[in-house]
């Protein structure tokens, strides 16, 4: 085989087989196959796209470029979730203890931020001695004793994938529907996945902002998980602003527990039910998602769910008194409100725009290598719908640097104030499995 002639296949928009594709992960990823040239295939691939065989083929091409968790020694089902990423998204605090204090064994790897978005590792790292650099001896041991364990990756999965990721990063090719569904889906079958519940994120603050895009990307990945026999659910949900109202890594677990009380925003406890009954639902706990959703809501009320939080952070180093006193989390030493200027109806979010600046005043990383600030991020006030009068505190910032005129200015300019209300978009656009 040439590595030209299969270019040339693609850019003429033929189909590649799966030998064909093999051969080109494989190569790359051994160093035999030079940049340049998967480069050139890869914006092929984003011209003439992919047919679901060769997404498929590409999926497993990449599972197969590294290590595979053998999750066997952990009993049941093993159902993964996936965020497409947003921001103020602290599903997976929630929803990890939830789903394991309904008897769902949660073994979960998780990644840092990136770009605008946050990172479930980077949050659970807020909380003192938390550790996510577990063995995978450890990491099974934990799922089996306690439920749950969430962890970063450790264990070298889809080298292929890391090595393509930050190629199209430098080369216009990542929003490219074939490219990214194959990515994602390949991370979660390599880390052992029997089944996946994924949240595709769609507005401002998602990476496919277009309602059209995301359904698109959620169908590939589920006609992936189809074709690779685990079972896949994509719930397309709103990111036109953050979800709940912390922004920010303690602020975010704080959140979480504050959820876990029944006592949290009704965006994130209504997206956390969701999808965890979906979750029971595919792991076969449950025979319908109401049934899981009763199930679910039951574990917040009564409080199950926030003692498995406890024991998680307990299991994995952590202060487990964080459950109990929230002053035990790292705070800033500056809360700055920013106020609105006017009186009318929320009508919008730059939720976008507020992620970045989260980063900007350190709840997240310009380069790869900077140290984020665990205490620090907004706790937003007003939500799109809420009325506003001149004077009301539209979000607090929370910081330890004082010098914020510039980020107060902008976090202000991040909130649109209309005379009329707006047309509130739904948490949940669809459902597709
Ligand atoms: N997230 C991923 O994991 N891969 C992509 O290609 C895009 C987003
Ligand atoms: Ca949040």
Same mark, same amino acid.
């Given at each position: 085989?040439?590595?030209?002639?299969?270019?040339?296949?693609?850019?003429?928009?033929?189909?590649?087989?799966?030998?064909?594709?093999?051969?080109?992960?494989?190569?790359?990823?051994?160093?035999?196959?030079?940049?340049?040239?998967?480069?050139?295939?890869?914006?092929?691939?984003?011209?003439?796209?992919?047919?679901?065989?060769?997404?498929?083929?590409?999926?497993?091409?990449?599972?197969?470029?590294?290590?595979? /968790?053998?999750? =066997?020694? *952990?009993?049941?089902? %093993?159902?993964?979730?996936?965020?497409? $990423?947003? @921001?103020? &998204?602290?599903? +997976?605090?929630?929803?990890?203890?939830?789903?394991?204090?309904?008897?769902?064994?949660?073994?979960?790897?998780?990644?840092?931020?990136?770009?605008?978005?946050?990172?479930?590792?980077?949050?659970?790292?807020?909380?003192?001695?938390?550790?996510?650099?577990?063995?995978?001896?450890?990491?099974?041991?934990?799922?089996?004793?306690?439920?749950?364990?969430?962890?970063?990756?450790?264990?070298?999965?889809?080298?292929?994938?890391?090595?393509?990721?930050?190629?199209?990063?430098?080369?216009?090719?990542?929003?490219?529907?074939? /490219?990214?569904? =194959?990515? *994602?889906?390949?991370? %979660?079958?390599?880390?052992?996945?029997? $089944?996946? @519940?994924? &949240?595709?994120? +769609?507005?401002?603050?998602?990476?496919?902002?277009?309602?059209?895009?995301?359904?698109?990307?959620?169908?590939?990945?589920?006609?992936?998980?189809?074709?690779?026999?685990?079972?896949?659910?994509?719930?397309?949900?709103?990111?036109?602003?953050?979800?709940?109202?912390?922004?920010?890594?303690?602020?975010?677990?704080?959140?979480?527990?504050?959820?876990?009380?029944?006592?949290?925003?009704?965006?994130?406890?209504?997206?956390?039910?969701?999808?965890?009954?979906?979750?029971?639902?595919?792991?076969?706990?449950?025979?319908?998602?109401?049934?899981?959703?009763?199930?679910?809501?039951?574990?917040?009320?009564?409080?199950?769910?926030?003692?498995?939080?406890?024991?998680?952070?307990?299991?994995?180093?952590?202060?487990?008194?964080?459950?109990?006193?929230?002053?035990?989390?790292?705070?800033?030493?500056?809360?700055?409100?920013?106020?609105?200027?006017?009186?009318?109806?929320?009508?919008?979010?730059?939720?976008?725009?507020?992620?970045?600046?989260?980063?900007?005043?350190?709840?997240?990383?310009?380069?790869?290598?900077?140290?984020?600030?665990?205490?620090?991020?907004?706790?937003?006030?007003?939500?799109?719908?809420?009325?506003?009068?001149?004077?009301?505190?539209?979000?607090?910032?929370?910081?330890?640097?004082?010098?914020?005129?510039?980020?107060?200015?902008?976090?202000?300019?991040?909130?649109?104030?209309?005379?009329?209300?707006?047309?509130?978009?739904?948490?949940?656009?669809?459902?597709?499995?």
């Amino acid at each position: 085989m040439r590595v030209y002639d299969l270019i040339y296949k693609k850019r003429q928009g033929e189909a590649l087989t799966r030998e064909e594709i093999k051969f080109l992960i494989d190569g790359y990823t051994a160093g035999d196959i030079p940049d340049y040239q998967l480069s050139a295939w890869a914006m092929a691939v984003f011209f003439q796209g992919m047919n679901e065989e060769e997404i498929a083929d590409l999926t497993m091409a990449m599972v197969e470029s590294g290590d595979m /968790l053998d999750l =066997s020694p *952990i009993k049941g089902v %093993k159902v993964d979730k996936h965020s497409s $990423g947003g @921001v103020g &998204d602290t599903t +997976t605090l929630v929803l990890a203890p939830l789903v394991s204090a309904a008897g769902v064994p949660v073994a979960k790897l998780s990644g840092r931020g990136l770009g605008h978005t946050g990172g479930t590792i980077d949050k659970l790292e807020a909380i003192p001695g938390f550790r996510t650099d577990l063995a995978l001896n450890e990491f099974i041991e934990n799922v089996n004793e306690v439920g749950v364990a969430v962890a970063g990756q450790t264990a070298d999965l889809t080298p292929a994938d890391k090595k393509l990721y930050s190629l199209r990063d430098v080369t216009a090719t990542v929003d490219s529907i074939p /490219l990214i569904a =194959s990515s *994602i889906m390949s991370k %979660k079958i390599a880390g052992g996945a029997d $089944g996946i @519940v994924l &949240d595709v994120k +769609t507005g401002d603050g998602a990476f496919m902002e277009e309602l059209e895009e995301a359904e698109k990307l959620a169908r590939t990945m589920v006609e992936i998980g189809k074709r690779l026999e685990r079972k896949t659910i994509a719930l397309i949900t709103d990111m036109s602003q953050p979800l709940g109202y912390a922004i920010g890594n303690a602020l975010e677990v704080r959140e979480a527990i504050q959820t876990l009380q029944g006592n949290g925003p009704a965006d994130l406890t209504e997206l956390s039910l969701q999808l965890g009954a979906n979750m029971l639902l595919i792991a076969g706990r449950v025979g319908d998602f109401q049934e899981g959703y009763n199930l679910l809501e039951g574990l917040l009320q009564s409080g199950a769910a926030l003692e498995q939080l406890g024991r998680l952070i307990q299991a994995q180093g952590g202060e487990a008194a964080v459950i109990e006193d929230e002053r035990r989390l790292p705070q800033a030493r500056y809360n700055v409100p920013v106020l609105a200027g006017e009186e009318g109806y929320l009508a919008a979010i730059k939720t976008k725009e507020l992620g970045l600046l989260s980063v900007e005043i350190g709840a997240g990383r310009a380069r790869k290598e900077d140290a984020i600030d665990p205490a620090v991020g907004f706790v937003l006030e007003k939500k799109v719908g809420d009325r506003v009068q001149p004077g009301d505190t539209l979000l607090v910032i929370h910081a330890n640097n004082g010098d914020l005129e510039g980020i107060k200015e902008r976090a202000r300019k991040a909130f649109l104030i209309t005379a009329e209300k707006p047309v509130l978009t739904p948490l949940i656009h669809k459902i597709i499995n």
